[in-house]
Structures are given as C-alpha cells and as structure tokens.
C-alpha cells in the first residue's frame, strides 16, 4: 500500500493522559500536514512540514500539542495532559508541491477522550 | 482571514435527479480544489480549478471556477447511491503555510434509492 498511513485509528484515552499518533506519508511527498476535524466541519489545518523542518502552526495548536518529522519521513503528533474537546478525527495529509497538486489524506486517527 | 463558505449545509436527493453545491469566497481564490469524504471515510481529492471561468467534467460530475474566481460549483447529473457523502470545497493557503488547505463546511449528500 502506497497512500498516507495512520496508526492507531482509533484512541480512546481517560482526560489528562498524554496520547501519540503516527503518520506515515506517501515516500516521495515532501510536504506533510495535520488536519482535525470534528463532526459536521470540514478539516481545519495544524501544521505542516517541509521536509524535517515544521514551516507553520495554526493558532488551533495549543502548547499541549506538538508534532514531530525526525529526517523527514514518519510525523508524530502528541497531545499532552489531554482534554475532552481534544475528541476529533486527526488527519494527516501529504503532497509533492504546494498547492499545486492534489493533497492524498491518510483515512485518520479518531480520538474519543473520556 | 481567508474563508470559504458552502451551501447547502445538507441535501437529499431521489436517486436519479440532480445536485449541485456551491462554494463562495469574500476574496479572489488563487485556486479551488474539490473533495470528497464517504461516510466514515477521509477526504479524497477530486479536480483542482486554476483559471478564471474555468470548467472541468468528470463522467457525471461537472465543476466550475466562477469568472471573479470568487466562487465554485459541483453539479452531479443524475445520482447514485454511490454519490453519497459530503463534498468539500477547499482554498489553498498561500499566505502562510504555502499550500495548506481551509476547508468549507461540506455539503452532505444522501441519495435515496
């Protein structure tokens, strides 16, 4: 399989717990982002990556979040000491240029905190 | 800041008959893209629109970039059950991120067979 891959796709954690997904991007895509959407919206941007480097961060992304691109393949994205309006569908995308191609989402990791 | 709106919010067709969503912005978009989520699925990219009036047809999908580049259609003739889901217009973000996308709010199609 060649798409995004997202692992887990489904977390349910207790409030207060810290909690990692993972993103595995299409191999030759250089740009990398992280979409959350919740029920009934459309997604909404976090951040994104060139490469390694994290070029931008939506003013969505509270200091409980941060996300990672060691050597610029796999992303992480961690949400510390978690809460319940954290519960949402965390996408990630990748694509090859900027705005210029298609963006091939991975299917997400749907996070319920209780 | 930039925004796309979307309307309907939801709509629901007899299977056979027409539909079709519109995707306005407040200022010029440098370019459209157009995807599709199935339900409990992700989004999935449909056309991308670059220039102004431009019309692109996808077997029974059509899409248009308004002639201000200021607003967006997707009309599907005659639908199917397979057309069930919601269709997202999307903006690209040159400003900041180069290249992220902002998202409308989606139509929801249902079909009913």
């Known amino acids: 399989d060649t798409g995004v891959s997202q692992n887990p796709r489904h977390k349910i954690t207790k409030r207060g717990q810290n909690v990692t997904f993972r993103c595995d991007p299409i191999s030759e895509h250089n740009r990398l982002y992280w979409y959350r959407q919740t029920l009934g919206q459309g997604p909404e941007f976090l951040t994104y990556?060139?490469?390694?480097?994290?070029?931008?961060k939506s003013r969505l992304l509270s200091d409980r979040f941060s996300a990672e691109r060691p050597k610029g393949s796999f992303s992480t994205l961690e949400i510390q000491r978690t809460e319940q309006g954290d519960s949402a569908m965390y996408l990630c995308?990748?694509?090859?240029?900027?705005?210029?191609?298609?963006?091939?989402f991975g299917q997400g990791t749907r996070l319920t905190v209780v | 800041g930039q925004q796309v709106m979307q309307i309907p919010q939801y709509q629901h067709v007899q299977e056979g008959e027409d539909f079709t969503t519109y995707c306005n912005s407040s200022t010029t978009l440098s370019n459209i893209q157009w995807y599709k989520q199935r339900p409990g699925g992700h989004p999935v990219f449909l056309i991308q629109l670059v220039k102004s009036g431009e019309v692109k047809k996808q077997k029974r999908l059509t899409f248009q970039f308004g002639e201000a580049k200021k607003n967006s259609s997707l009309h599907i003739t005659a639908t199917q059950t397979t057309d069930v889901g919601t269709y997202f217009c999307?903006?690209?973000?040159?400003?900041?991120?180069?290249?992220?996308?902002?998202f409308g709010k989606g139509t929801k199609l249902s079909v009913k067979p």
């Open positions: 990556f060139q490469n390694e480097a994290q070029l931008e």
């Open positions: 995308a990748s694509s090859l240029r900027p705005g210029s191609t298609e963006a091939f």
């Open positions: 999307a903006e690209v973000n040159y400003g900041g991120s180069q290249g992220n996308l902002i």
